[in-house]
């Protein structure tokens, strides 16, 4: 079974830095694809960004961009110039036969 | 497309009651995913629909759980008896196949006292 874990249970930023958060899953699979959601307190799970396996150019949206390494099986999510707005969970996910979340970031935005 | 339409938005039980939990996924997708949310254990897949056909139910975490999608627009997560230790936030999410993202509801709070 494909496994997804996020070893930061918190992060903190200062207002227009960059953060970045962490992600590593293990698999076998060759294809597949990779996301990051994010989650306000709202609770609605929103998509952020995702990575097809395939390509070797990694995604990028807007103020948020990711470091795929395949070979190490590495996904991390960078957020540049914070805003407050972007205080919320962050939760990694693999997509293969099935879809499977990390245990989340919870990322906190200072002033 | 109005999105994953879930409901009830906020369910509160007494304990040993049946709850229902209702899930409208966006048309045309053919997976469908109900998850659980808690503080202590995080966001759990329960169960996984392909094209209405139960696929992989090993994270339902007992017989008191029950899943359906009696047709592509609709899925059912049942809970009974229901138990204190079950509250938490309910999710059903949905996707063009397994492989593509997913797009989620709003969840439902369960809380049984």
Known sequence: AQTVTQSQPEMSVQEAETVTLSCTYDTSESDYYLFWYKQPPSRQMILVIRQEAYKQ????E??????????????????SDSQLGDAA???????GNMLTFGGGTRLMVKP | DAGVIQSPRHEVTEMGQEVTLRCKPISGHNSLFWYRQ????GLELLI??????????SGMPEDRFSAKMPNASFSTLKIQ???????A???CASSFTGRTEAFFGQGTRLTVV
């Not at chain 1, 807007?62 to 957020?79: E, G, T, W």
């Open chain 2, 48 to 57: 996984y629909f392909n094209n209405n056909v139960p696929i992989d139910d």
């Open chain 1, 62 to 79: 807007n103020r948020f961009s990711v470091n795929f390494q395949k070979a190490a099986k590495s996904f991390s999510l960078k957020i």
């Open chain 2, 38 to 41: 808690t503080m202590m254990r």
């Open chain 2, 89 to 91: 936030v309910y999710f």
């Open chain 1, 57 to 60: 150019q990694n995604a990028t």
């Open chain 2, 81 to 87: 008896p229901s138990e204190p230790r079950d509250s």
């Open chain 1, 89 to 95: 969970m962050y939760f990694c996910a693999y997509a």
